[in-house]
């Protein structure tokens, strides 16, 4: 029974209203309860959809995120902030980076986790050999840290299971590319906004590159074909590495091998010094500096002819 039904019944009941009067305002109380009950219920205010991260896609813009979690295919979370560059971590897998110009950082495919480090998006694969375990040392020394090669598994058949873990990644090609790699097979191609990289026991092939080259390979297959601009360096120990001049290199180019073989453009080959040995090379009018390094590895830059197809 409604309060208002109860202060009608009172007043019957105390003589303040007649018992006609009561019955008809009990009936135009219940009459005013059913037109309430009946009436339909104002709509409630639309809450505004909240739109899917897009983040990777064509054309996507960033929005806010937190965490890390792990995307298994077809995407990244969003960002804070501007990202200048893009960290790809990876072991004993196959890794292949495309340069995309329709995507607003990257677009990452294959099981992954994705973070931010200030304006640098880093792409993990989720094995246990993927990500360092402890910090890097202050001189920056190799891969993950002081590396070993009794890090490697003790298994073939443990090291071929991760090579079945893909990722796939596409990049605005403006943005920097640091790698870092341990037993993977790598391809790259059409960035243009730089490469930095670190591989050890593993295969790079680099496409149409521009920018600054910043690349150290150990016990390593290296094959790139690209631009070099500004200060570049490439460092080969017990490896083997060829950088392919591509047309509009401008470089000053100054090589140093020890123990190892170094071919440089219109020089003859340096071969099993002992102590250092520099060479020296102009291609164009050596506006750009490349500064090769050979440690017990075969090493040759060459400069692209007209109608030779890149690597």
């Known amino acids: 029974m409604s309060d208002e039904l109860e202060a009608i019944l009172r007043s019957v009941a105390s003589g303040e209203m007649s018992p006609d009067a009561a019955m ?37 813009g960033s929005s806010r995120s937190s965490g890390t979690p792990t995307f298994r295919a077809g995407g990244t979370p969003p960002v804070n902030g501007t990202i200048t560059a893009v960290r790809v971590l ?15 950082q990257l677009y990452v495919t294959g099981t992954h986790r994705v973070s931010q480090e200030g304006t640098t998006l880093i792409v993990s694969g989720t094995g246990p050999l993927d990500e360092p375990t402890g910090p890097r040392p202050a001189n920056g020394g190799n891969l993950f840290g002081n590396f070993s090669f009794s890090d490697l598994p003790r298994t073939l058949t443990w090291a071929k299971s991760w090579k079945e873990h893909q990722l796939e990644i596409r990049v605005n090609p403006e943005l920097l590319l640091e790698l870092e790699t341990t037993g993977a097979e790598v391809k790259l191609n059409g960035l243009v906004g730089g490469l930095k990289a670190r591989v050890v026991a593993s295969s790079l092939k680099a496409d149409r590159l521009r920018g600054r080259l910043d690349v150290e390979a150990v016990s390593s297959s290296v094959k790139i074909s690209a631009v070099p601009l500004g200060e570049s360096r490439l460092t080969a120990e017990s490896s083997s590495a060829r950088l392919t001049l591509l047309n509009g290199s401008d470089l000053r180019i100054s090589g140093t091998n020890r123990m190892g073989r170094l071919q440089l453009p219109d020089r003859p080959a340096s071969t099993m010094p002992l102590d250092d040995q520099v060479t020296e090379s102009v291609v164009g009018s050596g506006r750009d500096l490349l500064q090769v390094e050979a440690v017990m590895s075969s090493v040759t830059v060459g400069a692209q002819v007209w109608d030779e197809a890149p690597l």
């Open 24 to 60: 008809k305002a009990i009936d135009e109380q219940k009459a005013r309860e059913a037109s309430a009950t009946s009436a339909p219920s104002a709509p409630a205010p639309e809450q505004p959809t909240p739109a899917s991260p897009a983040f990777g896609s064509p054309g996507s």
């Open 90 to 104: 990876g072991s004993y897998r196959s890794v292949q980076v495309t340069a995309d110009p329709s995507v607003a």
